[in-house]
């Protein structure tokens, strides 16, 4: 099924040029061969050039992208990333769409600097405008093409049942979670071995900034997607969230490890110790998220976050790791149980519609451990 994008998918997307701009053939020689994961997924580089642009041009097909670049994460602050796609079924050249250029998500000690992702379904051309803060343009700037392709075939991709409440206080039932064997993911590109934190008393509820309009059957592609751009392009260690959430409900589990354990994710800059990420699966900025994607992240957070007896609707504290977040580093915060991102960071995430479902979603998770 061909993704379509909604108008506005990001937060600073622009309207599309009236103008249908030439494609430039692919040239080998600023696309070295692409990083490959099983069942046909690739991610390939384009470098940008020193001007900050890539015209337009043809390139191998992919599905998600995003610019990385050498250096701080911040050496982008006050600049401005452009990209459009070229649709691979109709041939026609997208909207431009502003990507965010400041780290959200992410390890508190980050690689090199990277937008968001943007999911523009299947595509076979790319254009790329940046313009530089004050700092100028960063060194290294390339553009990541991501294709998920088929997925590693497992031998046995069953989903972890629903399993009833135990007699613990504060016990929510685990809910229905697909595997990673499940959706795909190929385990030899991600780092061996795994990172736990302290017990999880927060659950921080994201969006991932993807069209909203996609088939619930595709959230596997979306998902090893973002994990590739996530490994093979930020160099993290695995996909940043814990858990992700579609459209309808479906639950699907994020960083390996043990849905059951208490995993050190990637996902909320300076509060990823004792915490657990908890990502929907499009943009919910104005586009209102189903009752379903609602009730799968309150079905998720109650769990989790009662196998530590920690009451959904309560708060806890926690110590922010990196200034780069809304408070100083070893400051500490009181927050939500279930917070949003912008709880600790300055970003939309997960977008306004979402955040002002946040109560109910809390209320929600609080019945289902009682």
Not at 324 to 331: F, I, M, V
Request: glycine share 12%; with cysteine.
């Amino acid at each position: 099924m061909r993704i379509s994008i909604p108008a506005a998918v990001l937060a600073g997307c622009t309207t599309a040029l009236l103008f249908q701009p030439p494609v430039v053939a692919a040239d080998s020689s600023v696309a070295p061969a692409p990083r490959t994961s099983a069942g046909g997924g690739s991610v390939t580089s384009v470098a940008v050039t020193a001007g900050g642009a890539v015209a337009p041009r043809a390139t191998r097909s992919f599905e998600l992208l995003g610019v990385v670049w050498d250096g701080s994460p911040k050496a982008l602050a006050g600049g401005s990333v452009r990209v459009r796609t070229r649709d691979a079924v109709t041939g026609r050249w997208g909207a431009w769409h502003t990507l965010e250029t400041e780290a959200a998500d992410g390890p508190d000690s980050l690689p090199h600097g990277s937008t968001a992702p943007l999911w523009a379904g299947r595509s076979n051309g790319v254009a790329v405008d940046v313009h530089p803060g004050p700092a100028g343009l960063p060194r290294g700037l390339r553009v990541e093409l991501v294709d998920p392709g088929q997925g590693a075939a497992a031998a046995d991709a069953k989903p972890l049942p629903e399993h009833a409440a135990g007699p613990e206080a504060l016990a929510a039932p685990r809910p229905g979670i697909v595997t990673r064997a499940g959706w795909g993911a190929d385990e030899s590109i991600r780092e061996a071995g795994f990172v736990y934190t302290g017990a999880v008393r927060v659950t921080f509820v994201h969006h991932t900034a993807t069209a909203t309009d996609y088939a619930c059957s595709d959230a596997p592609r979306i998902i090893r997607s973002i994990y590739q751009y996530h490994v093979q392009s930020n160099g993290w260690r695995d996909i940043g969230y814990n858990f992700l959430v579609d459209r309808c409900g479906t639950i699907y589990e994020g960083r390996a490890g043990g849905v059951d354990q208490p995993v050190l994710g990637a996902h909320t800059l300076g509060f990823n110790t004792n915490s657990s990420g908890i990502a929907a699966i499009g943009t919910y900025s104005s586009d209102a998220p189903p009752q379903e994607l609602q009730d799968g992240i309150a079905k998720i957070a109650a769990w989790k976050l009662g196998l530590t007896g920690r009451q959904a609707d309560g708060t806890a504290q926690l110590t922010s790791g990196s200034d780069g977040s809304l408070y100083p580093k070893g400051t500490v915060v009181d927050f939500d149980a279930i917070s949003g991102h912008r709880d600790g960071f300055a970003t939309e995430c997960p977008g306004d519609a979402l955040y002002r479902r946040l109560p109910a979603i809390r209320d929600t998770a609080a019945r289902l451990q009682r």
